[in-house]
């Protein structure tokens, strides 16, 4: 196993008294970054779409804030896994006008806004920063309210913000994110992921690790929010066919992962020891799992909990294309959000040839119906 990734695989808890080695894998969890055609923001149209699709969540509980808590002066939100590029302005701007129209409606005067952007601190900041002049620029064309925009770093599984301050936390695409690996996971030698070949243990092993983390997530965001504050928050999730905890379609984009690494085991450029090796710091959970948190946790009631399909194969493209073109856009979407992970544990060398395989594979399961993802967005107010 990298010497890099031995010591860090298990945790992404961010620690300065570590040495740079020791927390590799912290920085190796991020999108990637810049502006380039490999980059997050070049490849992120499925999480477009997602905000676009959550939009009325995010609308209603806004203005369900607003009201509730009588039109404060100040508001505070946080964007928690902001990754890099200009998503993160959409949601931002949602919020934004969704407060400017219900005060206007309300004969209100509109609040301030501080806005927070949370990612690990070697999250590519930048590609995110240069766009608030700009933001900043379009707001003062709408008189709209203010709105400064600061960075808070580190892992959504500590502690980010002073207690009783926020009112508002928006998170899409980001707590299926683990901590870390989980523990005592037994190794399928094939796949990086659950599949219906796995075992039982592994998939409670990932479970209890998910409920661990979220429960971690939920407690500490109920210090950090007022009472009556909203929280957002979009998961990739699954549907569970015929209650098998372990389904996982043939097309699942980790299924396809696993079986590219392992076309490149089979041809001698990756070792079956650095493929058992690894796992993916992830969890899928369905509606059930989700409630069950949150409900077991109990800082927070839920407002909504909706389910939407989930479609990969198409999502850096706003028209249908060929097979092989379809192939590469869910390779492309994959590898921006995986190739500083992969690259730190498997070496650079490989990556292309990997996504190259990654690609074929997707074009040969562009049949599989029965898809298991699915896109779950909750809305839960502190209580």
């Not at 984009?253 to 079956?272: A, M, R």
Request: glycine share 4%.
């Amino acid at each position: 196993m990298d010497s890099r990734f031995n010591d860090t695989v298990r945790s992404l808890r961010y620690n300065d008294e570590k040495s740079d080695d020791q927390y590799a894998f912290v920085k190796a969890l991020r999108m990637s970054g810049g502006d380039g055609a490999n980059s997050y923001s070049a490849n992120s149209l499925l999480q477009r779409k997602v905000l676009s699709m959550t939009k009325p969540v995010l609308v209603k509980n806004t203005e369900e804030m607003m009201m509730n808590l009588s039109f404060p002066n100040h508001i505070k939100f946080a964007e928690l896994g902001c990754s890099s590029g200009q998503n993160t302005f959409l949601a931002i701007s949602e919020i934004i006008n969704t407060i400017n129209v219900l005060c206007q409606n309300s004969n209100q005067n509109p609040p301030e806004i501080d806005c927070c952007l949370n990612d690990l601190p070697e999250n590519d900041f930048n590609a995110t920063f240069k766009f608030v002049p700009y933001f900043n620029k379009e707001l003062m064309k709408t008189n709209q309210a203010s709105c400064f925009v600061y960075g808070a770093p580190g892992s959504f599984y500590s502690r980010l913000f002073s207690r009783n301050s926020l009112h508002l936390l928006h998170s899409s695409y980001a707590l299926h994110w683990l901590s870390k690996v989980p523990e005592k996971l037994e190794n399928d030698k094939e796949n990086v992921y659950i599949t219906n070949l796995s075992s039982q243990s592994a998939y409670k092993a990932y479970l209890n690790q998910f409920n661990r983390d979220f429960t971690m997530f939920l407690r500490l965001r109920s210090e950090e929010i007022v009472s009556g504050g909203r929280m957002v928050l979009t998961f990739i999730g699954r549907n569970t066919l015929n209650n098998n905890s372990l389904y996982r379609d043939c097309c699942h984009f980790w299924t396809l992962l696993s079986k590219s690494l392992h076309d490149l085991v089979f041809e001698g450029l990756v070792s079956d020891s650095k493929l058992d090796a690894f796992n993916m710091p992830f969890y899928d959970p369905n509606e059930q799992e989700l409630k069950d948190v949150i409900q077991n946790e109990g800082s927070f009631e839920i407002n909504d909990l909706e389910t939407h399909g989930f479609d990969l194969g198409h999502s850096n493209c706003d028209i249908e294309e060929e097979d092989n073109g379809a192939g590469y856009n869910e390779a492309n979407h994959i590898r921006a959000v995986t190739e500083p992970m992969l690259a730190a544990h498997f070496g650079e060398d490989i990556i292309d040839i990997l996504f190259d395989k990654y690609a074929l594979h997707v074009t040969q399961h562009l049949s599989c119906r029965n898809k298991t993802s699915v896109t779950l967005v909750v809305a839960l107010t502190k209580k």
